[in-house]
Protein backbone atom coordinates (compact mmCIF):
# COMPACT_ATOMS: atom_id res chain seq x y z
CA UNK A 1 0.00 0.00 0.00
CA UNK A 2 1.53 3.07 -1.31
CA UNK A 3 1.55 5.86 1.47
CA UNK A 4 -1.12 8.81 1.36
CA UNK A 5 0.32 12.08 -0.13
CA UNK A 6 0.64 15.49 2.27
CA UNK A 7 -1.63 17.94 2.10
CA UNK A 8 -1.47 21.11 3.78
CA UNK A 9 -5.23 20.40 6.38
CA UNK A 10 -6.29 23.66 7.76
CA UNK A 11 -9.84 24.66 8.45
CA UNK A 12 -10.11 26.55 5.22
CA UNK A 13 -9.20 23.41 3.10
CA UNK A 14 -11.95 21.39 4.81
CA UNK A 15 -14.62 24.15 4.03
CA UNK A 16 -14.08 24.33 0.26
CA UNK A 17 -13.51 20.07 -0.12
CA UNK A 18 -17.12 20.06 2.15
CA UNK A 19 -18.70 23.40 -0.24
CA UNK A 20 -17.32 20.55 -3.13
CA UNK A 21 -19.22 17.95 -2.17
CA UNK A 22 -22.58 19.62 -1.01
CA UNK A 23 -22.07 21.53 -4.34
CA UNK A 24 -22.22 18.20 -6.32
CA UNK A 25 -23.92 16.00 -4.23
CA UNK A 26 -26.27 18.56 -1.77
CA UNK A 27 -25.57 18.96 1.88
CA UNK A 28 -26.53 16.02 3.20
CA UNK A 29 -23.39 14.16 1.56
CA UNK A 30 -21.16 16.51 3.40
CA UNK A 31 -20.11 13.15 6.17
CA UNK A 32 -16.87 12.96 8.18
CA UNK A 33 -16.27 9.65 5.78
CA UNK A 34 -16.63 11.60 2.55
CA UNK A 35 -15.13 14.53 3.37
CA UNK A 36 -11.86 12.44 4.46
CA UNK A 37 -12.13 9.78 1.93
CA UNK A 38 -11.98 13.33 -0.82
CA UNK A 39 -9.07 14.97 1.30
CA UNK A 40 -7.47 11.26 1.04
CA UNK A 41 -7.07 11.36 5.06
CA UNK A 42 -8.72 9.29 8.27
CA UNK A 43 -11.85 10.94 9.44
CA UNK A 44 -10.13 11.31 12.85
CA UNK A 45 -7.63 13.87 10.87
CA UNK A 46 -10.75 16.20 10.92
CA UNK A 47 -11.29 16.41 15.03
CA UNK A 48 -8.24 18.43 14.55
CA UNK A 49 -9.79 20.95 13.39
CA UNK A 50 -13.61 20.91 14.12
CA UNK A 51 -15.95 19.07 16.95
CA UNK A 52 -16.92 16.33 14.70
CA UNK A 53 -19.63 16.79 12.19
CA UNK A 54 -21.39 18.93 14.17
CA UNK A 55 -19.06 21.52 14.34
CA UNK A 56 -18.45 21.22 10.47
CA UNK A 57 -22.32 21.53 10.33
CA UNK A 58 -22.14 24.70 12.22
CA UNK A 59 -18.61 26.07 10.28
CA UNK A 60 -20.23 25.51 6.95
CA UNK A 61 -23.24 27.50 7.67
CA UNK A 62 -21.00 30.17 8.66
CA UNK A 63 -18.65 29.79 5.29
CA UNK A 64 -21.89 29.92 3.37
CA UNK A 65 -23.46 33.14 4.65
CA UNK A 66 -20.31 34.51 4.65
CA UNK A 67 -19.75 32.98 0.92
CA UNK A 68 -23.64 34.30 -0.02
CA UNK A 69 -22.59 37.98 1.58
CA UNK A 70 -19.45 38.45 -0.64
CA UNK A 71 -21.64 37.63 -3.42
CA UNK A 72 -24.29 39.84 -2.79
CA UNK A 73 -21.45 42.49 -1.77
CA UNK A 74 -19.85 42.29 -4.78
CA UNK A 75 -22.90 42.56 -6.82
CA UNK A 76 -24.60 45.85 -4.79
CA UNK A 77 -20.99 47.32 -5.32
CA UNK A 78 -21.63 50.69 -7.29
CA UNK A 79 -25.22 50.19 -7.60
CA UNK A 80 -27.06 53.34 -6.38
CA UNK A 81 -29.36 52.57 -3.55
CA UNK A 82 -32.68 51.46 -4.05
CA UNK A 83 -34.49 49.99 -7.03
CA UNK A 84 -30.98 49.08 -8.69
CA UNK A 85 -29.63 47.82 -6.04
CA UNK A 86 -32.90 45.24 -5.03
CA UNK A 87 -32.34 44.02 -8.66
CA UNK A 88 -29.01 43.70 -8.40
CA UNK A 89 -28.95 42.22 -4.75
CA UNK A 90 -32.05 39.68 -6.25
CA UNK A 91 -30.35 39.11 -9.29
CA UNK A 92 -26.85 37.95 -6.91
CA UNK A 93 -29.18 35.81 -4.67
CA UNK A 94 -30.50 33.40 -6.84
CA UNK A 95 -27.02 33.35 -9.08
CA UNK A 96 -25.60 31.76 -5.65
CA UNK A 97 -28.02 29.75 -5.28
CA UNK A 98 -28.09 28.37 -8.56
CA UNK A 99 -23.94 28.44 -8.58
CA UNK A 100 -23.59 26.82 -5.18
CA UNK A 101 -26.77 24.24 -4.04
CA UNK A 102 -24.83 22.81 -1.41
CA UNK A 103 -23.76 25.86 -0.14
CA UNK A 104 -27.02 27.30 -0.23
CA UNK A 105 -28.64 24.74 1.54
CA UNK A 106 -25.83 25.18 4.40
CA UNK A 107 -26.96 29.25 4.68
CA UNK A 108 -30.31 28.33 5.23
CA UNK A 109 -29.86 25.43 7.91
CA UNK A 110 -27.98 27.39 10.34
CA UNK A 111 -27.67 24.40 13.43
CA UNK A 112 -28.24 27.37 16.39
CA UNK A 113 -29.38 30.60 15.21
CA UNK A 114 -28.35 31.62 18.80
CA UNK A 115 -24.82 30.90 17.94
CA UNK A 116 -23.58 34.65 17.46
CA UNK A 117 -21.29 33.75 14.71
CA UNK A 118 -23.83 32.33 12.82
CA UNK A 119 -25.99 35.56 14.01
CA UNK A 120 -23.60 37.88 12.74
CA UNK A 121 -22.90 36.45 9.74
CA UNK A 122 -26.55 36.68 8.42
CA UNK A 123 -27.08 39.84 10.21
CA UNK A 124 -24.43 41.21 7.78
CA UNK A 125 -26.86 40.06 4.98
CA UNK A 126 -30.00 41.36 6.24
CA UNK A 127 -27.84 45.04 6.99
CA UNK A 128 -26.91 44.74 3.24
CA UNK A 129 -30.44 44.82 2.32
CA UNK A 130 -31.68 47.22 4.73
CA UNK A 131 -29.30 49.31 3.11
CA UNK A 132 -30.65 48.78 -0.21
CA UNK A 133 -34.02 49.24 0.27
CA UNK A 134 -32.87 52.81 2.38
CA UNK A 135 -34.30 55.31 -0.75
CA UNK A 136 -37.51 53.74 -0.09
CA UNK A 137 -37.96 55.79 3.32
CA UNK A 138 -39.78 52.74 4.86
CA UNK A 139 -39.90 52.87 8.63
CA UNK A 140 -37.46 50.43 11.05
CA UNK A 141 -40.64 48.31 11.04
CA UNK A 142 -41.56 48.11 7.43
CA UNK A 143 -37.65 47.74 6.41
CA UNK A 144 -37.61 44.45 8.54
CA UNK A 145 -41.09 43.29 6.80
CA UNK A 146 -39.79 44.18 3.45
CA UNK A 147 -36.28 42.59 4.18
CA UNK A 148 -38.68 39.18 5.32
CA UNK A 149 -40.65 39.68 2.37
CA UNK A 150 -37.76 39.75 -0.36
CA UNK A 151 -36.04 36.76 1.14
CA UNK A 152 -39.16 35.21 0.59
CA UNK A 153 -39.64 35.74 -2.95
CA UNK A 154 -36.07 35.06 -3.35
CA UNK A 155 -35.47 31.96 -1.55
CA UNK A 156 -38.89 30.60 -2.57
CA UNK A 157 -38.15 30.98 -6.12
CA UNK A 158 -34.59 29.48 -5.70
CA UNK A 159 -35.87 26.16 -3.66
CA UNK A 160 -38.66 25.64 -6.09
CA UNK A 161 -36.26 26.25 -9.13
CA UNK A 162 -33.80 23.59 -7.35
CA UNK A 163 -36.48 20.98 -7.17
CA UNK A 164 -37.91 21.45 -9.99
CA UNK A 165 -41.07 23.03 -9.41
CA UNK A 166 -41.74 24.90 -12.26
CA UNK A 167 -42.65 22.89 -15.05
CA UNK A 168 -44.68 25.24 -17.58
CA UNK A 169 -42.05 25.84 -20.45
CA UNK A 170 -41.88 29.76 -19.43
CA UNK A 171 -38.14 31.62 -19.66
CA UNK A 172 -37.92 31.08 -15.32
CA UNK A 173 -35.89 33.72 -15.34
CA UNK A 174 -38.35 36.67 -16.53
CA UNK A 175 -40.44 35.56 -14.21
CA UNK A 176 -37.83 36.11 -11.67
CA UNK A 177 -37.76 39.44 -12.74
CA UNK A 178 -41.04 40.14 -12.91
CA UNK A 179 -41.83 38.75 -9.24
CA UNK A 180 -38.94 41.62 -8.11
CA UNK A 181 -40.08 44.44 -10.02
CA UNK A 182 -43.80 43.82 -8.62
CA UNK A 183 -41.97 43.90 -5.19
CA UNK A 184 -40.17 46.85 -5.98
CA UNK A 185 -43.45 48.53 -7.20
CA UNK A 186 -45.08 47.66 -3.59
CA UNK A 187 -42.18 49.39 -1.84
CA UNK A 188 -42.44 52.37 -3.91
CA UNK A 189 -46.06 52.67 -2.94
Known amino acids: MSPRPKIALDKNTIMIAAAELANVHGSEYVTLAMLAKKLNIKSPSLYNHFDGLPGIKREMAIFSLQKLYISLEEEAEGKAHGEEAVLALSQAYLT ?3 TNPGLYEFALSAPAPSDEQVHEAGK ?3 ELVVSAIGPFDLSDEEAIHAVRGLRSLMHGFASLEQRRGFGMPLN ?6 LAV ?4 KGLKK
Do not use: G, T
Open 96 to 98: FAR
Open 181 to 184: AAFI
Open 172 to 177: LDESYQ
Open 124 to 126: KIV
